[in-house]
Each structure stands twice: as structure tokens, then as C-alpha cells.
């Protein structure tokens, strides 16, 4: 009987341990929407009625996606861009500091292994995100009119791969390679 349970729990205890290894770490990154341009001197814009519309078509594209956790720089237009997603799960926006994005990237794998975060940033951060990940950069520059990029780093194991799509008003008429 002492076998059988010794033996029911070292299997338990593997099986549990191949999920684990086998869990996906999702990513989705992208670039905050269209900024308000009216005050062309405010170090910190809101988001434009068109970035607003974004921010919504981006939390009506990650519905289906089951996130633990929304990320942003503290500048008001990632933050409005990540409320609508975060709000739509009863989550709260938590900021990082684009100062050292591997550690930030290290972090995020570490913490929610085997599940999906978003993480808003800026024109000059995506990309560099997408490396800290471990990925090479689909594109060599976001230009300052590109709101419309979504990055999904999926990690799996040793395996990490990227898809790149468009959502929402779009600027260009085809994704990257």
C-alpha cells in the first residue's frame, strides 16, 4: 500500500513537472497608440481620440487571451493604451523602467511562466523588448506614424518564436516577415 502510494505520488510529481516544462510563456508587445499631438511641447501626451479607439481594439484583440499581467512605462499614453486591456480583467497596470529590459524581460518569463502578459511601450522600445525576449528584430525601426504593430513572443522550453501582426487602423499594408 506504502509502495503504491509512493509510486502514485513520484508519478504525479513527473507528469506535473512535464506540464510545467512543456507550459507557453506568450508576450504580446507593442508600441503605445496615436499620441495627442496638440501641445506638441508636453513632454507627457494623453492619447489622441484615435489612440483611445486603439487602446480598445487592442483589449478586443487580447479578450480571448488568458493574462496575468499588463506592463507599461509611466507615461500617460502607454498607460491609456494598457488600461482597457487590464480594466477588462480586473487588473491593474504595473510600470517598468525601459532602463534594462533583460532583466525586465528575465523577470517577466520568471513570474508568469506558462502564461501571457501585454507590455506597452514606445517607438525606441519595442524592438529592443522583442531582443531582451530573446528574438531577433522583425523590422529594423518603428517610424513615428506606426501605431498599428503587435508582437507575440512565445516561449516554450528552449523554444522561443515570434509572430508578428497588425491590428486596428492600419498604417502599413503588410506585416514583416
Given at each position: 500500500m506504502i509502495?503504491?502510494?509512493v509510486f502514485m505520488f513520484c508519478l504525479?510529481?513527473?507528469?506535473?513537472?512535464?506540464l510545467s516544462?512543456?507550459?507557453q510563456t506568450s508576450v504580446w508587445i507593442v508600441r503605445h497608440a496615436e499620441k495627442d499631438m496638440k501641445n506638441p511641447s508636453d513632454?507627457?501626451?494623453p492619447?489622441?481620440?484615435d489612440g483611445q479607439e486603439r487602446a480598445k481594439e487592442l483589449a478586443a484583440l487580447l479578450r480571448p487571451k488568458r493574462l496575468l499581467a499588463v506592463y507599461s512605462t509611466p507615461f500617460k499614453r502607454t498607460m491609456q493604451t494598457a488600461?482597457?486591456?487590464a480594466y477588462a480583467r480586473g487588473l491593474t497596470v504595473q510600470t517598468y523602467d525601459p532602463a534594462d529590459l533583460e532583466a525586465f524581460?528575465?523577470?517577466?518569463?520568471r513570474q508568469h511562466k506558462g502564461g501571457a502578459v501585454l507590455i506597452v511601450g514606445h517607438s525606441n522600445t519595442v524592438l529592443?523588448?522583442?531582443?531582451?525576449?530573446?528574438?531577433k528584430r522583425p523590422i529594423e525601426a518603428l517610424s513615428d506614424d506606426v501605431y498599428d504593430y503587435v508582437f507575440n513572443v512565445a516561449v516554450q522550453g528552449n523554444s522561443i518564436q515570434l509572430l508578428t501582426s497588425q491590428y486596428g487602423k492600419l498604417h502599413r499594408t503588410a506585416a514583416p516577415k
Open positions: 509502495k503504491r502510494r504525479l510529481v513527473s507528469a506535473f513537472m512535464t516544462a512543456r507550459a513632454p507627457d501626451p492619447l489622441s481620440i488600461q482597457p486591456t524581460a528575465a523577470s517577466v518569463l529592443e523588448l522583442v531582443e531582451a525576449f530573446g528574438i
